[in-house]
């Protein structure tokens, strides 16, 4: 019998996004197999790390030894507080230098182009490169010249990217939104306030937003701040907690397209 093409939708939240590795855990242990991915902004990164070959259990052991330290590279508030050569370089090391058309499924990757509005999705070429595009947090991040373009956090257009995997071809499409804004937040720093502000409107807009997924999986993550990267390990939990939930419902959805 002929199973259905599973898509993964990996949404935006920043260190929230380290709940989709948890989701990613779980969907393995239930034997779900995701056959493509497409990610906004973390999820591209997290996406593209576990579509390059990273094991579940490594990508874990990474995250919790992941800090600011190891992608802050300051530069005069021009047009962005982080160059982002050092996330670049990190990204090019964990997927192998790979291009996204040598991962072992397909993969798209969403950024939005500052210039014109328009939604930019990679599916060819440089993975890294097209990660850092989809990571530039406009005002945190400078953004990301690409093809002539200047490239942003693929949020700002698209947060969970599921009417692309619709695109692709998948025919059961699992969606992770990890958007839960924390509401007792005191912002310390400049890149706080840009990120907690990116939440709320972003929130807002998943909000009013119909995402059309066949499953959603929202992992409890209010008490955690976009910025939380010292809480890694509750995160994840969080997100295998979230899908080990709905077991029985993404079983049902699976066993009801086969029929």
């Known amino acids: 019998m002929k199973r259905p093409v599973i898509g993964l939708a990996l949404g935006s939240g920043g ?149 692309v995997l619709k695109e692709m071809g998948a025919d059961l499409i699992i969606a992770s939104d990890v958007s839960r804004v924390k509401k007792t937040e005191k912002a310390t720093r400049l890149s706080d306030v840009i990120m907690q502000s990116l939440d709320i409107l972003q929130n807002e807009l998943v909000r009013h937003q119909t995402i059309h997924a066949d499953l959603m999986i929202r992992p409890r993550l209010e008490t955690y701040s976009s910025s939380a990267f010292t809480q890694v390990q509750e995160m994840i939990e969080a997100g295998e907690l979230a899908a080990d939930q709905l077991k029985g419902k993404l079983k049902d959805v699976i066993d009801k397209w086969e029929c």
């Not at 380290?18 to 242990?29: D, P, R, T, W």
Request: aromatic share 6%; proline share 3%; net charge positive.
């Open 15 to 163: 260190a929230r996004g380290m709940a989709h590795i948890g989701v990613l855990s779980s969907l393995e242990k239930q034997g779900i197999q995701v056959d493509m991915i497409a990610g906004s902004s973390i999820g591209a990164l997290v996406g593209s790390f576990y579509a390059a070959g990273q094991d579940v259990e490594k990508m874990k052991k990474l995250a919790l030894v992941f800090r600011r330290k190891y992608y802050a590279d300051y530069t005069l508030p021009k047009i962005g507080l982080l160059k982002g050569n050092r996330i670049l370089q990190l990204i090019h090391t964990f997927t192998y230098g790979k291009k996204i058309e040598e991962l072992r499924m397909p993969l798209a990757i969403v950024a939005c182009d500052l210039e014109t509005g328009e939604k930019v999705v990679f599916k060819e070429g440089s993975v890294s490169q097209a990660v850092r595009a989809s990571i530039s947090i406009p005002g945190v991040f400078v953004p990301h010249e690409m093809g002539g373009r200047q490239l942003v956090d693929g949020a700002v257009v698209d947060r969970i990217p599921v009417c």
